[in-house]
């Protein structure tokens, strides 16, 4: 089984930069299992991490649906929302049976519908109920597969330095080695989902003095870490770096993450890469009946900044 990538203990082959912990975040409706497929043949070394599923929908639903995925998207998260130990360990179990080669739990998540199913960023405010959830699940998975959780840095008026310090001390007892933190607070009333992307101002600070507090623990800070400068300066203060929209709305930026760590990165086919995705989609449509369009919505970004590059969105949008 793949294991995530760490910046802070291997050591390098003579030669050879060792490639951090770089993570593409889990977007809902954005990083199905056609998204990371495409995003691998741009990044063979950045880790992928599945939209958020609910626990039942695994237990119950269609799991060839929500847990099938190619075998090159290794190393591969899933993220759980939920918050009953036992569904959210039953989930873990079928996730290791699927091949996983980790399981995170949303509590970061402020959306209303989530909300009222008592998980997502809610679950900040519950550190015990969390900790009960990472028991569980650490039961139900082998150890080299671990429970992990994305959270915020705080919800509402529940943000002052202790509030996040205890709630992530409280899940480490539990067995948690690893957390996302993303480097807002979550207001769970007032503003939409959207909103809760951008407007809670930014404090990558606290989460490197969280760091500094755990040492134990691995860290990786997320929201808005948009650029290579960006990167570098959290890997002075982190153990990995989480990236969400510039992932999806600009993919090529994960090709100048690899050649930025890797001298070895061959240059960016973009031509190579859109026909294999075209030889793909072809393949899925035909296997499961997918639409083409499910496929190539998550290319437009291909060719940003190139000549042609509306045309090629516009080819996109009417695949024949």
Same mark, same amino acid.
């Given at each position: 089984?793949?294991?995530?990538?760490?910046?802070?203990?291997?050591?390098?082959?003579?030669?050879?930069?060792?490639?951090?912990?770089?993570?593409?975040?889990?977007?809902?409706?954005?990083?199905?299992?056609?998204?990371?497929?495409?995003?691998?043949?741009?990044?063979?070394?950045?880790?992928?991490?599945?939209?958020?599923?609910?626990?039942?929908?695994?237990?119950?639903?269609?799991?060839?649906?929500?847990?099938?995925?190619?075998?090159?998207?290794?190393?591969?998260?899933?993220?759980?929302?939920?918050?009953?130990?036992?569904?959210?360990?039953?989930?873990?179990?079928?996730?290791?049976?699927?091949?996983?080669?980790?399981?995170?739990?949303?509590?970061?998540?402020?959306?209303?519908?989530?909300?009222?199913?008592?998980?997502?960023?809610?679950?900040?405010?519950?550190?015990?109920?969390?900790?009960?959830?990472?028991?569980?699940?650490?039961?139900?998975?082998?150890?080299?597969?671990?429970?992990?959780?994305?959270?915020?840095?705080?919800?509402?008026?529940?943000?002052?330095?202790?509030?996040?310090?205890?709630?992530?001390?409280?899940?480490?007892?539990?067995?948690?080695?690893?957390?996302?933190?993303?480097?807002?607070?979550?207001? *769970?009333?007032?503003?939409?989902?959207?909103? &809760?992307?951008?407007? %809670? !101002? @930014?404090?990558? $600070?606290?989460?490197?003095?969280?760091?500094?507090?755990?040492?134990?623990?691995?860290?990786?800070?997320?929201?808005?870490?948009?650029?290579?400068?960006?990167?570098?300066?959290?890997?002075?203060?982190?153990?990995?770096?989480?990236?969400?929209?510039?992932?999806?709305?600009?993919?090529?930026? *994960?090709?100048?993450?690899?050649?930025?760590? &890797?001298?070895?990165? %061959? !240059? @960016?086919?973009? $031509?190579?890469?859109?026909?294999?995705?075209?030889?793909?989609?072809?393949?899925?449509?035909?296997?499961?009946?997918?639409?083409?369009?499910?496929?190539?919505?998550?290319?437009?970004?291909?060719?940003?900044?190139?000549?042609?590059?509306?045309?090629?969105?516009?080819?996109?949008?009417?695949?024949?």
């Amino acid at each position: 089984m793949t294991q995530f990538i760490s910046n802070s203990t291997d050591t390098p082959q003579e030669g050879k930069t060792l490639f951090p912990d770089i993570r593409i975040a889990p977007m809902m409706d954005w990083t199905d299992r056609h998204c990371r497929y495409f995003h691998r043949l741009i990044s063979p070394h950045i880790g992928m991490t599945t939209e958020m599923i609910h626990a039942n929908a695994i237990i119950h639903g269609d799991r060839e649906r929500f847990l099938r995925f190619d075998e090159s998207e290794h190393p591969l998260a899933l993220q759980l929302g939920g918050s009953d130990p036992a569904l959210l360990a039953q989930a873990s179990k079928i996730a290791n049976d699927w091949g996983y080669d980790e399981v995170n739990i949303n509590c970061g998540c402020p959306s209303e519908r989530v909300q009222k199913g008592a998980f997502g960023a809610c679950l900040m405010n519950e550190p015990q109920t969390v900790a009960d959830c990472i028991k569980a699940m650490r039961d139900a998975l082998p150890d080299s597969v671990p429970a992990t959780v994305k959270c915020r840095i705080g919800v509402d008026d529940s943000d002052e330095e202790q509030f996040l310090t205890d709630f992530v001390g409280t899940l480490a007892e539990a067995g948690c080695p690893l957390f996302i933190i993303h480097a807002r607070k979550a207001w *769970l009333k007032g503003l939409s989902p959207k909103e &809760n992307r951008t407007k %809670p !101002p @930014l404090n990558y $600070d606290r989460v490197y003095r969280l760091k500094q507090q755990f040492p134990d623990l691995k860290i990786l800070i997320n929201g808005e870490i948009n650029t290579i400068e960006k990167i570098d300066e959290a890997l002075k203060h982190t153990d990995g770096v989480m990236i969400g929209r510039e992932a999806y709305q600009n993919p090529c930026f *994960l090709h100048a993450i690899e050649t930025h760590f &890797n001298n070895d990165t %061959p !240059p @960016l086919d973009r $031509d190579g890469i859109a026909k294999t995705m075209e030889e793909y989609a072809v393949r899925e449509e035909q296997a499961t009946g997918t639409p083409r369009k499910s496929v190539f919505r998550h290319m437009m970004g291909l060719y940003n900044g190139l000549p042609g590059a509306r045309k090629w969105r516009q080819q996109l949008s009417n695949p024949e």
